[in-house]
């Protein structure tokens, strides 16, 4: 029987590098004992590091659910051992479809049988992943985003063989965590944000690539232009603002014949050592040699006042289901 999802108390977090790290802390948030796998033999004490001076603080901050500690944490010292008692497993191996179909076999032959496996694979399909599992059916891709202990989306998406039952459940506990869970009903890869992501990322190859921007007015276009707009409403909303008293319907016959004009480039780029590097010397560059740790300080501060921010507005809320 699986528990009710307000009730889950034993997590496994199996990997515990970005994503895996940022999992662990929001599940100790919610007052959870989390048992953690993870084959580099630094990867805890890398961990407790990084909890204890970096992402607490910032968790006592947004407050911590009654219960809720760092000596909830411990480390097993084998992928089963951490798994053996877990209600919900977060899987969060490097991306490599090998390693994410040895990983499945591993945890579903050792965990109970009810327990939901939920991968944080950015790409991969269900489908593809569960394919040596006994049961399939309680196997879920659940991709958060960095970091995981504050950004509030997770895209919920079954596979071919997981029962609608059980991707109910791990829609309504990720929202009993406060997450901002997105069902998902078609299996396809890149789920959407990624697919969204993707096709900017190509773009600002292209212009990098062609010397048409470079890396700081690619970042400056987004952060005082769009970026903020689409954090208030999503893209399509803008859009339909976009379109004044028509809305949207005008807006797309008004630009609908641009649609066809050759502005975007569609295909990906050849991703060569000289592009691949202008990339990288201009990230370094805008950033002004400052440390990945300070970088990301300062983008945490801005998350958690602009999430506190955007959830007192109603606006922010609209169409939530
Ligand atoms: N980094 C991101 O922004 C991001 C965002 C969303 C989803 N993801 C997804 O999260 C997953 C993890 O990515 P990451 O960025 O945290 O990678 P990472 O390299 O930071 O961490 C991977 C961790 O897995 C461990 N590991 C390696 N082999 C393992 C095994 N066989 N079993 C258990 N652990 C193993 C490594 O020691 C490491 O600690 C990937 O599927 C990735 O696509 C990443």
Known sequence: MRPNVNEVKNVAVIGAGVIGGGWVAHFLRQGMNVTVWDPDPEAESKL??????????????LGLKEGASMDNLSFAPTLAEAVVNAEFIQENTPERLPIKIDTYKQIDAACPKDSIIASSTSGYLMTEMAVEVQH?????VAHPFNPPYLMPLVEVVAGKDTTDEAHDWAVDFYKSTGKQPLKLKKEVPGFVADRIMEAV?????????????SVYEIDAAVRYGPGIRWALMG??????????????AHLIH???PSLKAPWTFLEAPELTDELANKVIDGCDEVTDGRSIRDLEEERDDLLIRMIEMLDNSELWHVGNK
Do not use: S, Y
């Open 48 to 61: 407790r590091e990084r909890l204890e001076t970096a992402v607490w603080p910032k968790l006592e901050r």
């Open 136 to 140: 399939p059916e309680r196997c879920v």
């Open 201 to 213: 990322w190509r773009e600002i190859l292209h212009m990098i690539d062609n010397d048409m921007a």
């Open 235 to 248: 893209p399509l909303t803008v859009l339909h603002l976009g379109g004044g008293e028509g809305g949207m």
């Open 254 to 256: 008004q630009f609908g």
